[in-house]
């Protein structure tokens, strides 16, 4: 049986996840056939956002320590990001250039609230879900929006298959994320929040003891480089399908419709693992896995191959989704949560920031091929560092076993 602020969770992440599918994937799509944009600009369109989080992150736990209803700021700064979809939806009368540039200044502005709704979020959930209900959980949780999220593609997919240059199309898609957007506002603002005690003392931006914890650190330290490696590809992969694939909006809806069903298919699959064998053994495998997508995916521009490696990418992207959160958790001691959380989001946003910069640069200054060779191989030497750091803690675990 569910208890309340689970159902409100799943509820809240359904509309979430409707958001996020008529707006997130199309816009490299928009940004290139409607806009014009260059290679740059693409890159910026992931790297942007990772920027603003780093100078937001502070700010943004300062607020959240000292909110009495976390729930509040995260519910309305999550509808002011969606806001600003109602602005996107108009660049494409700006004439000229100008309107890439317009595009990633609203990018920007929307990554100021997104930044409070996402740390909120993490610093929220964990606090309502107990800990051993997480996995389980969040399995459901995410199979459940990943079948709304297919099913969303899946009708912007066909809906657009012949009108992939059509401006009024974007417009409404991006209009109708707004309109999403207040649903998720009810749904957040649902959730029963335990009340927080009133502390007289003023809490301090950071708590510096966090990196005296060698578990939090070394975990920190292997899922950045994992983070680099993954995100160094996001912005070469939508360039890759656009003008190397020369992908419409229907293919494109289709990669990621296959994908979704691979996740679908395989969260419950990865939950059961983790459950079984713990989560930093499962996501091993699950690391090992991401590393091969970006070395079988510049193999072929055929695009019903893509399609398949796109299902296969699917496949550990969902562990990815499950796990490595939950690892996160379980890596940051409960009384400092906060600070671990927030560190962790200010150091992935520079990785964040930085790495789909190199991977354009790559692509730049000597190939495709070459850039996602390299994300193959930084994504599997930190494959290797979680499988260190299980070997190194699963030994010292036999040696205090044996006293």
């Known amino acids: 049986m569910r208890t309340h602020n689970e159902k409100m969770s799943i509820y809240h992440g359904m509309a979430s996840a409707v958001a996020q599918n008529t707006s997130n994937s199309y816009i490299p799509i928009f940004a290139m056939t409607i806009l014009g944009a260059t290679n740059y600009q693409v890159g910026l369109i992931s790297s942007l956002p990772p920027l603003i989080t780093l100078l937001m992150t502070l700010p943004a736990a300062i607020l959240l320590n000292r909110a009495f209803e976390q729930k509040r700021l995260v519910a309305f700064s999550v509808l002011a990001a969606r806001f600003v979809f109602l602005l996107i939806a108009f660049i494409s009368y700006v004439p000229g250039s100008f309107g890439s540039w317009l595009l990633l200044a609203l990018i920007a ?63 409404i898609l991006f209009m109708f994320t707004f309109v999403v957007g207040v649903v998720e506002l009810y749904f957040l603002l649902k959730h029963d929040e335990p009340v927080r005690e009133r502390n007289v003392e003023n809490k301090r931006a950071m708590d510096w003891s966090i990196f005296k914890n060698n578990k939090y650190v070394l975990f920190l330290i292997v899922a950045l480089v994992f983070n680099f490696g993954w995100q160094m590809a996001w912005g070469i992969f939508n360039i890759y399908n656009v003008r190397y694939a020369e992908a ?48 079988l995916m510049v193999l072929s521009t055929n695009l019903y191959y893509l399609v398949a490696m796109s299902f296969i990418s699917g496949l550990f992207v969902s562990g990815t989704v ?7 958790l379980e890596n940051s001691p409960q009384e400092v949560r906060t600070y671990c959380i ?19 640069w790559l692509l730049e200054t000597y190939s495709m091929e070459t850039a996602m060779y390299l994300s193959t191989a930084v994504r599997f030497s930190a494959a290797v560092g979680f499988l260190v750091l299980y070997i190194v803690r699963k030994m010292r675990e036999k040696s205090l076993a044996s006293y």
């Open 109 to 171: 502005a929307m990554s100021v609230p997104n930044t409070m709704a996402n740390m909120g979020w993490q610093s929220f959930i964990g606090n309502i879900i107990e800990e051993t209900r997480r996995a389980q959980f969040f399995s459901d949780r995410n199979r459940l929006l990943t079948v709304v999220g297919l099913f969303v593609t899946l009708t912007i997919g066909i809906v657009m298959k012949d009108i992939t240059a059509n401006r009024i199309a974007y417009q």
């Open 322 to 328: 499950l796990i490595l959160f939950n690892l996160l």
């Open 342 to 360: 927030t560190t962790y989001n200010v150091l992935l946003a520079v990785i964040a920031f930085s790495s789909p910069q190199i991977g354009i």
């Open 248 to 295: 419409t909006i229907f293919w494109i809806s289709m990669f990621n419709v296959a994908n979704m069903i691979a996740q679908i298919l395989s969260f419950s699959f990865w939950r059961k693992w983790s459950q079984k064998y713990g989560n930093m053994s499962v996501f091993v495998w699950v690391a090992f896995g991401m590393s091969t997508a970006p070395l």
